[in-house]
């Protein structure tokens, strides 16, 4: 492959909103309430859509005949090479809006500077997405809010949350050495110089919600490199099935 | 970078007025804005638009639309999706705003009102039923990902706002 490189760095972003896409996916109908239902598909739907733009892409620059969906539905579980953040289950629905915040705000981060990346189908892409996670952003910080600031219940099941889900967050901060070749020509972002802007940032809120910042300093890692938590296999499994079962379907 | 800027050949404009978003089957893709440019080149059609959202699903549709109602027209076509300059709730025309208020959804307001609205729930949305704006946000998420779900508190009805999009 001419631009390998640059093929690895989309995925790396690209496969982190396919697979929060489909963790959102799972509720489709099983909602805590009809509008948390809704919302939890409309983001998915939201992060599937940024992820074709992404895979077809990706397609171009591999330029081998795979199409987005080889792309999306056809590699194995090492072949993925998103954050352990995302693969996380819906354990119950602070766990979800936990995730979903934590993400969030660093893929406001994210996109506000892969905007500036000199490869313009990118910079397109990241100017299109960041006006659809800025909604995202509200409604997870919202619930943080709401649940932190809640009943003594619901704001024990969202320090619970953030308590668990933070050991993945420092790996969002990490370099593949194709990250790293990206920031060199200027089509990446440099994703260490957002950590403290992150962790200031969610600091606040979560100190808005009256909830505490964790203070523990062991963080899990592996996604990046395609070493991930036990969960994403079965999710994989899910996602995978119809094409796997009846190669190259269509709709 | 964002221009708002269209180059559509006159004579295509009666036909792409015909096409509507299947979503919203009171609106036009003109009224909508997601039509960027559609000129003839060797007698053929070549049209670009543009996602209103990245995972609109109405995107494919539209495009198969144009197509057909070209064709009838007597055009064969090619149709790009581009992605820039991002669409803006800015590029519904002033026609597309009454017809999408007709229809039952609330116009979309400016950046600044409509943070006010979602996030610290102040009650200026107007009702599409009675045009009482006490009204309050259900769900930052509504039918679809670009609406918001919001209930009159007067008349009791529940209606969509469309969420400004900039």
Known sequence: MKNENLYKYILGIADNSLILGQRLGELCGHGPSLETDIACTNISLDLFGQVRSYYQYASKVAGDGRTEDDIAMLRKEREYVNVLLVEQPNTDFAYTMARQFLFDMYHMLFLNELQKSKDVTLSAIANKCIKEVSYHLRFSSDWIKRLGDGTEISHQKMQDAIDGLWTYTDELFHQTEADKQMVEEGIGVDVIKLKETYYTKVSELLHEASLKTPESKYFQKGGKQGVHTEHLGYLLSDLQYMQRTYPNMEW | ?166
């Open chain 2, 1 to 166: 970078m964002t221009t708002t800027e269209q180059h559509i050949d006159q004579i295509l404009i009666p036909i792409l007025e015909q096409v509507s978003d299947p979503e919203i089957p009171v609106l036009s893709i003109m009224e909508m804005g997601v039509v960027r440019s559609a000129v003839i080149e060797n007698n053929i059609v070549k049209v670009q638009i543009t996602p209103t959202y990245s995972g609109c699903p109405a995107m494919d549709v539209i495009g198969d639309d144009i197509k057909k109602a070209l064709k009838e027209a007597g055009y064969n076509s090619e149709i790009e999706l581009i992605l820039s300059p991002a669409w803006t709730t800015d590029w519904i025309t002033p026609k597309g705003r009454k017809a999408l208020e007709d229809y039952g959804i609330a116009a979309p307001l400016s950046a600044e009102a409509d943070k006010d609205v979602l996030l610290h729930g102040k009650r200026i949305v107007k009702c599409t039923n009675c045009g009482s704006t006490n009204t309050r946000l259900v769900s930052q998420f509504g039918s679809t990902a670009c609406k918001a779900q919001f209930q009159c508190d007067d008349c009791l009805e529940p209606f969509d706002y469309f969420k400004c999009l900039k």
